[in-house]
């Protein structure tokens, strides 16, 4: 049977006029608060207001109540002067790699497999990674996400985005590894190369974050800046370079819900089963790859050939190229060994900076290799560029503050 378009038009209206129940809207509190958080004069106001309460909450469970209020205590006062006393061969190139440093009085000086790589594996940045992903799951299940993605739409479309980009990028913030797989909601190949090359540089992982709240707190805010700066400022340029087109949003903003504790305990297990499988064995492998290298005598020849670049261009110790080179397995260890050389607090700031910029970690360069060769050498290329700009920039902002 054919029915002509306005036949097609008749049974739509009935068969509507039967399932479709219409009644008086009634605007609840949950409607007002949806509004409230999607239009910029209020949104931005309360965006701001739960990033910062975010932070407050990552910082002090992360670094007061977990890691100072008990691992410190449980590593530093039990386990690190256990261990020394019953590991073998005190003194020796395998003590030296397992234990570390026999004289050490704290994890963290002590670098070894078993004592340092422990303590930030399980010590720090355990705490960081669950606290932030479970808050982050809970902005998802409540609805908070997609409203943000709308919020900062306009912000993401200068550097080439849209406001969906805040999901990878946050995610980052956890870790790297599922927000490069994130990238994939994004719809043109120019947005992924963009997002994915400014997630390898200037977004600092949950793990590296729980480190710098516990050797830099002080300035832990200086260092953001200068990352947030960075990832605008070559997001702008890469969105200028790189050919392809930025389409527009085009998002379902749902109502705000009760969160689903079963969604959000599902999202902990598998997030944090990543972190076990990827990340502790990459720490512990990291801490017995440098202290190898420091034993061979490979640190000191490559401070010896790098210090003129370093300290000159750079401004900072040669003795940062080892952590340079641990930051390839694990930006966090990096940064721990960071702690234990002798440098001013500017000097401290650009050696974060410059591990947070340097090459990804390796878990994270494997999944950019995933998604293709071509964007990984081209991700490869642009970090290059932007260490040897940025790094030597902060340098020269310092000198022109004129502190060092």
């Known amino acids: 049977m054919t029915l002509t378009a306005d036949e097609r038009w008749d049974l739509i209206e009935k068969i509507s006029n039967k399932v479709v129940t219409f009644s008086k809207f009634k605007h609840t509190l949950k409607d007002a608060l949806g509004e409230l958080t999607v239009k910029p004069l209020t949104g931005i106001p309360i965006a701001i207001a739960v990033l910062y309460g975010f932070w407050s909450v990552f910082s002090s469970f992360a670094g007061t109540l977990c890691t100072d209020g008990f691992f410190v205590k449980l590593f530093d006062?039990?386990?690190?002067?256990?261990?020394?006393?019953?590991?073998?061969?005190?003194?020796?190139?395998?003590?030296?790699?397992?234990?570390?440093d026999p004289a050490a009085d704290n994890c963290f000086e002590a670098f070894g497999v078993l004592t340092s790589g422990l303590f930030v594996a399980i010590g720090v940045v355990l705490p960081a990674i669950f606290i932030f992903y479970l808050m982050m799951a809970l902005?998802?299940?409540?609805?908070?996400?997609?409203?943000?993605?709308?919020?900062?739409?306009?912000?993401?479309?200068?550097?080439?985005?849209?406001?969906?980009?805040?999901?990878?990028?946050?995610?980052?913030?956890?870790?790297?590894?599922?927000?490069?797989?994130?990238?994939?909601?994004?719809?043109?190949?120019?947005?992924?190369?963009?997002?994915?090359?400014?997630l390898?540089?200037?977004?600092?992982?949950?793990?590296?974050?729980?480190?710098?709240?516990?050797?830099?707190?002080?300035?832990?805010?200086?260092?953001?800046?200068?990352?947030?700066f960075g990832y605008f400022l070559f997001g702008f340029i890469l969105n200028k370079i790189t050919p392809g087109k930025s389409?527009?949003?085009?998002?379902?903003?749902?109502?705000?819900?009760?969160?689903?504790?079963?969604?959000?305990?599902r999202k902990l297990r598998m997030r944090l089963g990543g972190f076990f499988k990827i990340a502790?064995?990459?720490?512990?492998?990291?801490?017995?790859?440098?202290?190898i290298l420091y034993l061979s005598g490979t640190i000191d020849w490559l401070a010896r050939v790098l210090t003129p670049l370093l300290t000159g261009w750079f401004g900072v110790p040669g003795e940062t190229v080892g952590p340079l080179i641990a930051a390839f397995l694990r930006k966090d260890l990096a940064v721990a060994q960071l702690s234990?050389?002798?440098?001013?607090?500017?000097?401290?700031?650009?050696?974060?900076?410059?591990?947070?910029?340097?090459?990804?970690?390796v878990a994270t360069f494997?999944?950019?290799?995933?998604?293709?060769?071509?964007?990984?050498?081209?991700?490869?290329?642009v970090l290059v560029t932007v260490i040897f700009l940025y790094g030597g920039l902060i340098n020269v902002i310092w000198k022109l503050l004129g502190v060092q």
């Open 200 to 228: 390898a540089i200037f977004i600092p992982c949950g793990a590296q974050l729980g480190i710098m709240q516990e050797v830099i707190p002080e300035s832990i805010g200086i260092v953001l800046l200068y990352l947030i």
């Open 340 to 361: 234990a050389i002798e440098m001013s607090k500017y000097q401290m700031i650009t050696s974060v900076v410059l591990v947070s910029i340097y090459f990804p970690c």
């Open 247 to 265: 389409p527009e949003i085009l998002i379902d903003v749902p109502p705000y819900q009760k969160p689903l504790w079963n969604n959000i305990s």
């Open 139 to 198: 902005l998802e299940d409540v609805g908070y996400m997609p409203r943000l993605a709308v919020l900062i739409d306009t912000i993401f479309h200068k550097i080439g985005l849209h406001g969906y980009a805040i999901v990878p990028s946050i995610l980052a913030l956890g870790c790297n590894v599922p927000a490069v797989t994130a990238t994939r909601i994004l719809e043109t190949k120019k947005q992924r190369f963009i997002m994915m090359t400014l």
């Open 77 to 100: 006062g039990h386990f690190l002067p256990w261990i020394q006393s019953v590991f073998p061969g005190k003194g020796g190139w395998f003590y030296y790699i397992f234990v570390g």
């Open 280 to 291: 502790v064995p990459f720490v512990l492998f990291g801490c017995a790859i440098v202290n």
């Open 366 to 381: 494997v999944m950019l290799l995933k998604e293709g060769w071509k964007n990984l050498l081209g991700s490869l290329a």
